[in-house]
């Protein structure tokens, strides 16, 4: 080194070489590139966008097939009955597998699956066959999108990846992601059916479109976990040793069935009970129905946060009693064949689902360890998703009870559940993991 370099030079100021990045642009713009990248977290947002789009896109087309296929009431909800069938063993097996194999891999195969399922769909003019099967593929590949794609949205919710996020992010973008994903979807799908042409085929077409966008996007979303040297069969991994938490089992597991018990029966049910008083709009009920119950569930996420409360359960309990209020509403709407009642019931049964999505959330990623995420997840979709299954039920009970008799039980099964919850969050409060 020279006596020349070892001098401090007053008389200029030296700067750090451009970055590479940096080369060609102007002084005028002094930000970092990254400002300018999408967020890891917003990647894998609109992986879990795009599959619950998938997922939901087929509940305003119920209608439809019942009205313009003339398939019966029976078969028409067990389209809905047949997801649930897809979706409850992919929420089981694909959160332990992405333990062993990573988040990415897990949430490509979901949409690789749910490119699969609208076009199988896509086929249903050609039998009712296809229908059931690109149901069940749907299915599947929610699970994965519940189960692996929130927790990978909650891991990559915190630091190293995003710093200034709080312990709710997660909760709040998981379950924003799915009520969007799945309100867009059934927005195209209805305005299609009613309005479009080919609307047996159109709706499944602009979504496999859609999967395949934001599979790119989400290619490039960095890995949030890795296996740690985990060996041996993949099932030892379906274990989940904070499924036996009692707060999980006594407070979560009661509750959660009713997130989706209430909207299946509010927007995948009712419209095909007020078929007289919708006439030829009955689409549009249907599609305005599924919308305002999954936009009023994304639009109180604010809201959702400030009534959770780790030291009780209240927003599990708001929503199990939304639930029973919105029931009675949707009786009164069918009695009275009123079509403005209808939509008031969804109002208040989306503000129960916003709450139960959030609550419910953060009340697994407060139970589970690091190791359980993943699989507590997805046992808590697996129960919720059995409100799924409700309008089957109500179709199958048919004939031994009228509708309203039968909602009127269900109801009371809901004020049981949230006299439940009331007895027992105090006693199992998530800060003391009881196993």
């Known amino acids: 080194m020279s006596a020349v370099d070892t001098q401090p030079d007053t008389g200029s100021v030296r700067l750090p070489a451009p970055s590479r990045e940096a080369k060609g642009r102007g002084t005028r713009d002094p930000r ?7 967020a890891p977290w917003a990647r894998v947002f609109g992986a879990v966008f795009a599959i619950s789009w998938g997922g939901n896109q087929f509940s305003p087309l119920l209608l439809m097939y019942e009205n313009r296929d003339h398939y019966s009431s029976v078969l028409v909800n067990g389209f809905l009955g047949i997801y649930v069938l897809g979706l409850a063993p992919a929420l089981l097996i694909a959160g332990s597998l992405s333990d062993r194999h990573g988040r990415k891999p897990m949430t490509l195969i979901g949409l690789l699956l749910a490119v699969m399922g609208s076009g199988i769909l896509a086929l249903g003019p050609l039998g009712p066959e296809f229908l059931l099967v690109g149901r069940l593929f749907s299915g599947l590949a929610v699970g994965v999108a519940m189960a692996v794609g929130t927790s990978w949205i909650k891991e990559l919710s915190q630091a190293p990846h995003d710093p200034k996020a709080d312990v709710s992010s997660g909760a709040r973008r998981g379950s924003l992601a799915f009520t969007l994903g799945s ?19 159109l709706p499944f077409a602009i979504h496999i479109v859609v999967a395949i966008v934001f599979a790119l996007i989400v290619w490039r ?23 036996r938490h009692r707060r999980f089992i006594r407070v979560v597991m009661i509750s959660c069935p009713w997130i989706f018990a209430g909207a299946a029966i509010a927007y995948g049910y009712l419209p095909t009970q007020l078929r007289g008083a919708t006439g030829s709009w009955g689409l549009v009920f249907a599609t305005a129905a599924t919308v305002i119950a999954l936009g009023v569930s994304s639009a109180i996420a604010p809201l959702s946060r400030r009534v959770h409360s780790s030291s009780s359960a209240r927003g599990l309990a708001a929503m199990v009693l939304l639930t029973a209020i919105g029931l009675v509403l949707v009786i009164v709407a069918i009695r009275q064949q009123s079509v403005v009642l ?34 507590l997840t997805g046992i808590f979709y697996a129960f919720a998703y059995l409100g799924f299954l409700a309008p089957v039920v109500i179709a199958a009970l048919t004939v031994l009870a009228s509708v309203s008799v039968i909602l009127t039980v269900f109801v009371g099964l809901a004020v049981v559940s949230f006299v439940l919850v009331l007895v027992s969050f105090r006693k199992h409060l998530p800060e003391a993991l009881e196993v």
Do not use: C
């Open 32 to 38: 970092p590139v990254r400002s300018t990248r999408l």
């Open 183 to 201: 309100g867009l979807g059934a927005l195209v799908a209805g305005l299609i059916a009613q309005w479009g042409p080919i609307p047996e085929v």
């Open 221 to 243: 979303a960095p890995e949030s976990h890795t296996s740690g040297g985990v060996t041996g069969p993949w099932y030892r991994q379906l274990s989940v040793p904070s499924f």
């Open 342 to 375: 209808g939509l008031g019931a969804n109002v208040v049964i989306g503000f129960g689902m916003g709450f139960g999505l959030f609550s419910g959330l953060q009340e697994v990623q407060t139970i589970a360890g690091k190791r359980d995420l993943a699989g």
